[in-house]
């Protein structure tokens, strides 16, 4: 299957080649400094049931609090993930 593409019908592998193509294509440039900040804007998926939770407190107040405990919260799981867990080699790469 290309790109890792769980499903396997002629529909969704053409659109997975022609995205990973055009991706492809921004490789080595300036462009892909564009892709990526489009990307960072993109909420991470656990964020909707945290947001849902903060609406459903009826509190702006404890709401943000618990967005806020939510983000802190992912710092340091971030941090283990990305200095213990194996990765694909990276050139240049620096471990801590």
Known sequence: MPH?????????????????SRVDR?????A???LGAVHG??????????YRFAFAL?????G?????????G??????LYGIHFPHPPIPFYQPL
Do not use: E
């Open 4 to 20: 890792g593409l769980p499903v396997d019908a002629p529909f969704f592998r053409r659109l997975s080649n022609a995205l990973a």
């Open 58 to 62: 009826g509190d702006p107040v404890r």
């Open 32 to 34: 892909i400094v564009g």
């Open 41 to 50: 804007l993109l909420p991470c998926p656990i964020s909707y049931p945290a």
């Open 74 to 79: 992912t710092i340091p799981t971030l941090f």
């Open 64 to 72: 943000a609090l618990s967005l806020f405990v939510l983000g802190v």
């Open 26 to 30: 921004l490789v080595g440039t300036s």
